[in-house]
Structures are given as structure tokens and as C-alpha cells.
């Protein structure tokens, strides 16, 4: 019988994971880093680079969008995107939740 570590496991489960550890944090850490650098082939869109994968809860992509024309052409967009993801990444989300956040910078705060 094996262990749950040396089973292969798909993203969904990666990503479904509570990480306990700091490996499994830095493990999951890179996959959206990873899904988030490949956003690029599904659209290649200017907008798209102000979008980004923040996280993925259960059926759930949680997505933030540095501002509020990216975020509109991405609520016109979201199927196509969750589509993408699902066949993509092995997911079977099922919704999106989407909000403008733009990125922090440095010590002082929001851009």
C-alpha cells in the first residue's frame, strides 16, 4: 500500500491540500505561480495581464484583477477562462469568484 506522498496527485488536489508544512506551502505557492505564468496561452489579451489566480477553493477559482476594466472584461471572459483551467489543470471548478485588488508594493502600501 502507498502513501499519499508517493502517489501521483492532480493540481486539484495540490491546491485542495491545507499545507502543514513550509515545503507544502511553497509547493502550493508554485503551482498558482505556475498557472498564473501560463495565463498567457489562453489569452493573449492585454488585459489578461492584470489578471491572476489567487487561489482555488474547492469548485471555486478566486481570481484578482489589478483593476476594475480588467475585472469587466474578465467577468465577460470567465467561462472561456474556467473552461480552460478545468481542461488545463485537471480542475472541475465549477465558478468564479473575482474582485478588483491592486498589488501591493514595498512597505508603504497600495500602489
Known sequence: MHSDRTEPR????ILNHRPQTAGGIFVRAQRLADINRML???CDEPWVHQ????NIRGDTVVLYAS???????????????????NARY?????????KVRPPV???T???
Open 10 to 13: 492532480n493540481l486539484r488536489q
Open 40 to 42: 498567457r496561452d489562453w
Open 51 to 54: 489578471i491572476r489566480v489567487a
Open 67 to 85: 483593476t476594475a476594466p480588467a475585472l469587466l472584461r474578465l467577468r465577460h471572459h470567465g467561462r472561456s477562462l474556467l473552461a480552460w483551467l
Open 90 to 98: 485537471l480542475l472541475s471548478c465549477t465558478r468564479i469568484e473575482s
Open 105 to 107: 508594493t514595498g512597505a
Open 109 to 111: 502600501g497600495r500602489v
